[in-house]
Every structure is written in C-alpha cells, then in structure tokens.
C-alpha cells in the first residue's frame, strides 16, 4: 500500500523494473540494451519533471516542485547506479554516490546541474575507475548535466574544500544516494571537526564571497531586471543562510534561533514563503527559455506574471504587481540575512561590521550612545527598555536618528521591536512635532540619508510614517528606461544630493555644485525629492504627485508658502528636462514659457537641482554630457531673463531681452572676427537669425564661422565636417549647402544607415538661401559618434556632404528588426501631437512610438513627402520608447491647413505604427504575453 501511494517517478521501483527488463541478461555491455535502458531513465526523468510542474499552482507551489523533483532525481541516480553496480559486481564495493549543493539540499530546478560526487577508494583499481566511467557515461547519455561528475577520494576532496571555498559550501548539505555508506559518513565527520576549529574563517570568506557576488550582480536588491539566484535578497542568499547555519550548528539551526529568540515563528514562515515564491519563479524561467537560466528580464516578466495568476488593477497591469510582489519578498530576505549576520557576530563567528560609520569621516562614529533610550550591544544598537515605545512611540523614529548620529548599525532585536510596535504610527503620531523634528533631523542632517532611510524603509517605518512614500515602496514600472524600484529610484536621488552638497561632483554637475549652497528652502528641496514620484500608479503622476505631496508637507506642520513651494516642485519635475530635451531652446517662445512657470531664481535654483539629481538616479548611463549641456544651456537662458528687470507677466519684455542677447551675441562674434575677415563677419552676421544666435555658445558661433569660411575660401558649394564634442558628449556634425527640398530627410537617412544615432539638430536657413544645419550623432552605445576612430567621423562626414549635394549614393536598406522576446513584451502606444503655439515661428510636431534604428529617417521622408520644411529636431528616448519633436514649416510660415494637419498626423502615425503592428502579430503568433509599457517618467 505504501508503494503505491508513491509517484512512480519517485519511488523508483518502476524505473528499477523497466531497467531490469531492458537489460535483461544481456548487461550494460551490450549496445543494445545499454540504449533502451538509457531510453527508460530519459522517460523516468522527464514524467518527474511534468508531475514537479504539476505542482505548481498559481504564484506558489515552487518549493514543493523542487523538493520532488530531486526525489525524482533521487530515485533515477540511484536506480542507474544500483543498476550498474549490480552488473559490475565486487568492483563496485567502496564507492560512494553523493548528492551536494543545491541538490544535496533537497531542492532542485528542472534544468539546473544535478550536483554529485563519486567518493572511491584511496587506491582505487583499474577495475573500479572504470566502473566509475561507465556510470558517468550512463548519466551523460541519459542527458543529466553533472558537469564533470566529480570523482575523488576522502582525502583528495577534504584538500579541495580546504583551498575552495566553493567546494567547502557545496559539501555543506551532501548526502548519501546509493553506494558504500561508510566513505560518505567519514566525510561528513571530517568536515564537521573542520568547522568545529574554522568556523569563523569560512563565515568571513562565506560573506566576502557573497559581497563580490552581489557587486557582480548589482548591488541593489531593487534592479528591475534581477537575477533570481545571484542579486542581493536572491535565492542564494536565503541558499546562504541555511549553509552557514549548517555548517555551525548542524542540522538543527534554525531549530536552535528559534529556540534561543533570535528568529521566531514568523521569521521563519517568511523564509518558507520566500523559497516558495522564488522557486515558483524559477521552474516558469526554465520552462520558458528551455534551459538553465535566472535572470528575470523584461521579455519573460509578463509570461510569468501570467502563469502565476497576477491580472491588472486599476493603477498597476500585471507584471508590475508580480514584480512587487518580487521586491517585497527580496526586502523580507534582506531582513533574514541581517538577523543571521547578527547572530554569527554575537556568537563571534565574524567580525563585526563598520556600519554606518563607514559613510562617515574617520573617527566620526561614537562609542558611547547619544540617547540614553538606547544601548549598544555587541556594537549594534539596542533599545534599553523595548517597553518604554508603549509611552512613547517617538522612540521608534529617535532609534534610526541615534544609529546615524553614532554610525553604527542596529541590533536585529531592535529591528524586530520596530515591528512589532508599527501599529503605534498613526494620524497622532506623523502629526507629533516631536516626531516631526526626528525625521528631518534624518532627512536633512545625516551624513548618509540614503542608507538610514533605506534600512527605515526596509523596517516598514518610513512607509509608515509617510504613507505617500509607502505607496512607492516596491513600485515598479515596467520599461526600460526605469532601472530600480520608485522607492529605490528616490533614496538614491537623495543620496545623489548630499553628495552635491558636499561637493563630489564639481565636474559632472558644476551648475548644481555652485547653485546648491545659494537656495534658501533647502527642507523644501529635500522634502520634494522624497515625495517627487508618490504620484505614480495614481494618474497623472505629476498632478497626483502634488496632491500627495501638499497632504504630506500639511501633516508635517509646514508653513502654506513652503507647503506650496513643494508641491509645485512635485508638479513641475519634469518641466525642465522636457524642456531641455525636446524643444529649441534657441527659440524665444521656449525660455519665455518656462520662465513664466519657474517665476524666480531661487524656483529656477530648486527645479535645477531636482531636475538633475533625478535624471542621474533613474539608472546607469542615463545621465551623459548631452543632456547636461541641454540642461545647463536652458538655466543659463533662464537665468538671464529672471534676473534682468521684467515684470512676472512681461513678454514683451522678456522678449526684449531676448532679442538684445541676441544683439550682443552678434556684437561680441563680429568683435572677435572683424579683424580676421570683416567682411564674412558682416554678412554671416545678417544672414542667420535670432533664433542661431540664442542656441549656441560663443565657442560654437566661432567653430562654426571657421567651418563655413574656410568652405567659401574654397569656393565649395557643400561642404560638410564632423568633429567629436566632449562637453556635449556626441559628434557634432555641420553641414552648408544650398536649401533644398528634402534636405534634412536625405542626412538624416544617411546618419541613420551609418548607424550614427541622432539625438539633436539645429537648421538653419541664411538670408541668402543657403541651409546651415548642425547634427549631434552617437554611436549605439550612446558615445560620440567615431570617438576614437577619425577615419569614420571623415567618412560621415563626406557621406553627409554628398547628400546634401544630390548625389545618389548607395543607401543600404533598413532591414525590419528581428522580432525578440524583449521587444515582444512591451506594448507601446504611438502618438502624434501638434501644437501651434510651443513655438515663435514654426509648427511643433512631437511624434512618439517605439525607438528602433532609422525611426527618425522614416518620420523625417514623411514629413518631407508632405512638403514641409524643418527648422529644428529634439531627440529623446525612455527606454524602448522615442519621442522625436520637429519645428516644422510650409512655406516659410505655420502650419494652417488643417487637412495638411491632419494628412500629416496620419503620415506619422502611419509610420510609428507599423512597426508596432508587426510585432504585435508576430508576438501573436509565437504565443508571447505581453503587457503595456509605461511612458511616465
């Protein structure tokens, strides 16, 4: 009865059976009983792993999978080896099989290496190595993947896991499978006599291994593409924890925490809960990508999602809960690990860490406590009196304070007594002055209010304390341009702004280095960068922000003016780098607007610093030296028109101003130029408008003087130059010619078939009916177009000339992309907009859809195919998503046909979505989930 309750894959007395028949008394040896019986162990192993997916149901189910998937290993390793000793007789005595690793735990994925080790004799005989052979090469061909299949004696793998730390971990959890028990409990015994003399030792290798793994990683538990197995809060680090409780204390560890307080019930169902969830996670990526892999990447985030039974919400689709989900379970793990390094510290099984001293001066960090509420033990701090938090929960918020002002970490005791007294924050509390006072003593006067914060994030306090920020915590969104979590995002712009304000990134960032000690609402800043993105998952993140952001700064006792100062930072986070990045800045109706909307230096001073502290946080490579110098060119424009004597309301003024900037523009060029060639100065002078001499910089009006002259003195009629430009961190391209039809559209096909990547352009065309265009090109890699390389920056630049010349040069055709799952997961809705008032002159176009190579050639042919005429182009990109704004012309005005208007937004959306619609049906076909892509910032 017992046996039959049994799955067949598990038990193994099928397989043993199948096996017997197949080899009937013919024995390994004969080729083809070898075959058919290798045939029974490929069926066994693969109906064990469709009754493993079985078990999976919904978002949990994993843990279970994976310990019966390895009994099913189990049961065919030892079946095989049985089997084949058996056949192989005396030889087989004294050999060992044994189950290690991840494995030897009782857990295992469906396409992960089964980790074994063959123990044999000390002096093996040619008989017995042999047998050895033969097993390997049974697993081998029955398509187990046990690497080498490791086949050493006591001694010889005593010695290894001595130098490997590795090899010493793998050795942690092995058990005996099949074979001569004797070698595998002389094993285990040395081992264990080993950690009894070297415990210590290992735990400090144990952890630095693990720091150098989640440096490789990314040391961020909240990257939006982690690694399941290897990123910070991972699999292996719960993987970690068992190991080392294993290797001190034995089997019984976590039995033993329980018991002397350390970990409770709880703690424990968490871990459970966690290895659940994750191992779920982990059999759908196998499954999906068809073999051995953990990352969680966005082409298969929306597959899964699905198979775990996540649906959209109203503020969140279905990928975006699951991957909360993911980031809440990666926080409760990241709390576990803490609690077990504190242990091993207590226990003096690893030295004790620097803490938060470490972001600190030297000698900055205090031994004795600065609140006589709290003690240090086993230098983490404590509370002296848990007890005392019943009358006065204040004491929750003064414990992280306490911990920054001394620089050291808190006690795992008093994390787990901030736990359990959460429920003492409520409306009384956020509103208490005193707890006020605490928290902006963290915000604005730790040294290091990134990490305080984080670890109150991680203790469920700050969410707590502000619910706006809690709505964030875990918050993803699912594009690529967005690398962590919201609530990540914000603690490292936070951080980001102590470090300006302490002067680290003078080159990176001077406007926001000099400007930062002038502002006079540093708390407003702080309290705007906190808050900035509470709007997300609510609508309009930018209004929603600043409806949550004005109902915080309230409840914390802020005075109206300062109050409204903040949510309209909150409001307007986005102003600047929208206006930077996609309009013309050289274009007076530009600066006019946002002027009007900053108001005042000291708003231009706040918006400047968030602006930038944000776009830096968003993610690696993010930032560059073009949207720096965009940014920097608009404050300068600005600040010139707050400071000069206009009234708030006065455009006529700023107009005025403008067109005199301008005016001294052109005064200072001729003054440096007049005595060089005065004569090209004076003409060049009255051939370009405004609008040239507002966009560029004294050293770019010169450069270009230079390019242009040098091509008249040549008597060229087109010429064209490229040169790389640090500051900007692109390849500047410039280019005279004749104006023409389709002139801009015939370059911009050009740069795009030379894979240089358009992030901005400039068009001017002269009083005498000559075009004057610069490009700003990088390669794909985001780096200046031919950095290194001045043969292709020459290249592109002739190819450019000849273009514009009217040459009919070989254009290699664009082949469509190649449909990939990363692309297949994000549904991008394209769109086309028009406004008649953005801009003096001209009709802006802003078109927006999914990014791929030669995009902004294809939007340009159409707009060319219309008749118009391009006086500018701003390039941006979020991720997989492009927004290409155009300053359009026809006949030299606006825009006022409204047929035109809507011939051409059908033109452009025409173009965005037909590459949306074939990987949508392509997506379709192949059966892949996908899920909509967010466009917010």
């Not at 950690?195 to 720091?211: C, I, M, Y």
Request: glycine residues 8%; proline residues 3%; contains cysteine.
């Amino acid at each position: 009865m017992l046996v039959s309750a049994l799955p067949a894959s598990l038990d193994g007395l099928k397989l043993r059976a199948e096996l017997a028949a197949a080899l009937s008394d013919k024995g390994w040896q004969d080729v083809t009983a070898r075959l058919a019986a290798i045939a029974r162990i490929k069926a066994a192993i693969e109906s064990g792993r469709e009754a493993a997916f079985r078990k999976l149901d919904g978002a949990g189910g994993g843990l279970e999978a994976a310990r019966f998937l390895s009994g099913v290993m189990n049961a065919v390793l030892v079946a095989a080896f049985d089997s084949l000793a058996a056949d192989a007789g005396k030889v087989a005595e004294g050999i060992s099989l044994l189950a290690i690793g991840g494995y030897g735990a009782g857990e295992l994925a469906p396409s992960s290496d089964i980790d074994i080790l063959f123990i044999k004799p000390e002096r093996a005989s040619k008989a017995q190595k042999e047998f050895l052979e033969r097993v390997i090469y049974v697993l081998w061909d029955s398509g187990l993947d046990i690497g080498g299949g490791a086949v050493r004696t006591v001694r010889e793998t005593l010695k290894i896991a001595n130098a490997n730390i590795g090899e010493r971990t793998s050795l942690l959890s092995l058990r005996h499978l099949a074979g001569d028990p004797a070698p595998t409990e002389a094993l285990r015994q040395a081992l264990w006599d080993e950690a009894q003399s070297s415990g210590p030792a290992f735990v400090e290798a144990k952890l630095a291994e693990r720091d150098s793994r989640i440096a490789k990683a990314g040391r961020s538990r909240y990257t939006v593409e982690p690694n399941l197995k290897e990123s910070k809060g991972g699999l292996r680090d719960l993987q970690l924890m068992r190991w080392l409780a294993q290797f001190l204390y034995g089997a019984d560890a976590f039995e033993r925490w329980v018991s002397s307080g350390l970990l409770t019930i709880n703690d424990v169902e968490k871990y459970l809960r966690a290895s659940d969830f994750f191992w779920t996670i982990r059999f759908h990526i196998h499954a999906i990508v068809g073999g051995k892999d953990d990352r969680l990447t966005f082409d298969i985030q929306p597959e899964i999602a699905a198979r775990m039974g996540f649906d959209d919400a109203e503020a969140e689709s279905a990928v975006e809960r699951f991957m909360r989900r993911y980031f809440l379970t990666a926080m409760d793990v990241g709390s576990l690990t803490r609690l077990v390094c504190a242990k091993l510290e207590a226990d003096h099984r690893k030295s004790r860490p620097r803490g938060l001293a470490r972001f600190l001066p030297e000698n900055d960090g205090l031994d004795e406590p600065v609140d006589d509420a709290f003690a240090l033990v086993d230098g983490r701090l404590d509370f002296v009196d848990p007890g005392m938090i019943e009358k006065d929960p204040v004491l929750l918020l003064r414990l992280f304070w306490a911990a920054s002002a001394m620089g050291a970490d808190l006690h795992p005791d008093a994390i787990a007594v901030v736990g359990r007294n959460i429920r003492h924050i409520d409306d009384d509390f956020r509103s208490d002055p005193r707890a006020v006072r605490v928290f902006f003593s963290i915000l604005l006067d730790s040294a290091a209010p990134q990490l305080v914060l984080r670890l109150m994030t991680e203790a469920g306090l700050l969410g707590k304390f502000l619910p706006e920020f809690g709505s964030i915590v875990a918050r993803t969104q699912f594009n690529m341009y967005h690398r962590y979590t919201v609530d990540e995002h914000t603690l490292q712009l936070i951080g980001l702004l102590r470090e300006i304000e302490t002067g680290d990134h003078p080159l990176d960032h001077p406007v926001a280095t000099r400007i930062v000690h002038d502002i006079k609402n540093r708390r407003a800043l702080h309290l705007a960068a906190l808050l900035h993105d509470t709007g997300k998952g609510k609508g309009d993140q930018c209004v929603e922000g600043a409806l949550q952001a004005r109902a915080a700064c309230t409840r914390l006792g802020l005075p109206k003016a300062e109050v409204e100062l903040v949510a309209w930072l909150v409001r307007a986070h986005l102003l600047m780098s929208d206006t930077a990045q996609r309009r013309d800045i050289g274009d007076p109706r530009t600066v006019i607007e946002f002027a009007r909307e900053v108001g005042t230096l000291e708003r231009l001073n706040l918006l400047t610093l968030l602006t930038v502290i944000d776009i830096r946080s968003v993610g690696p490579g993010i930032w560059n030296g073009w949207k720096g110098q965009l940014l920097r060119d608009l404050y300068a424009a600005t600040r010139t028109v707050l400071e000069g004597d206009t009234s708030s309301d006065g455009e006529a003024e700023i107009r005025s101003l403008l067109r005199g900037q301008a005016d001294e523009a052109r005064a200072a060029f001729r003054e440096k130029l007049k005595r060089v060639d005065d004569h090209f100065a004076q003409g060049w002078i009255a051939d370009l408008d405004d609008s040239y001499w507002l966009s560029f910089s004294e050293a770019d009006r010169l450069r270009h003087a230079a390019f242009v002259r040098a091509a008249r003195g040549r008597g060229d009629l087109v010429a064209a130059a490229a040169r790389v430009d640090k500051r900007r961190a692109a390849t500047e391209v410039m280019l005279i010619a004749p104006d023409r039809d389709r002139l801009f559209a015939d370059i911009v096909a050009v740069l795009a078939n030379l894979g240089a990547s358009v992030v901005g352009a400039q068009v001017s065309t002269t009083a005498s009916g000559e075009a004057f265009d610069v490009f700003y090109v990088q390669d794909a890699a985001g780096q200046p177009y031919g950095f290194d390389r001045e043969r292709a920056r020459d290249a592109l630049a002739e190819r450019v000339r000849r273009a514009a010349s009217g040459s009919k040069t070989r254009v290699t055709a664009r082949p469509s992309q190649p449909l990939t799952r990363r692309a297949a997961a994000f549904t991008v809705i394209p769109s086309v907009s028009i406004d008649q008032t953005a801009a003096e002159t001209a009709t802006l176009i802003e078109a927006s859809g999914r990014d791929r190579p030669g995009l902004l050639a294809d939007l340009s042919e159409a707009l060319a195919d219309s008749g118009l005429a391009l006086q500018s182009a701003r390039i941006d990109g979020y991720g997989e998503r492009a927004t290409d704004v155009f300053y359009v012309l026809k006949d030299g005005k606006k825009l006022t046909d409204e047929r035109l208007i809507a011939d051409v937004k059908a033109a452009l959306l025409t173009v965005l979505t037909e590459e949306e619609a074939r990987i949508e049906e392509k997506a379709r076909t192949r059966g892949l989930a996908r899920a909509r892509a967010s466009s917010g910032r």
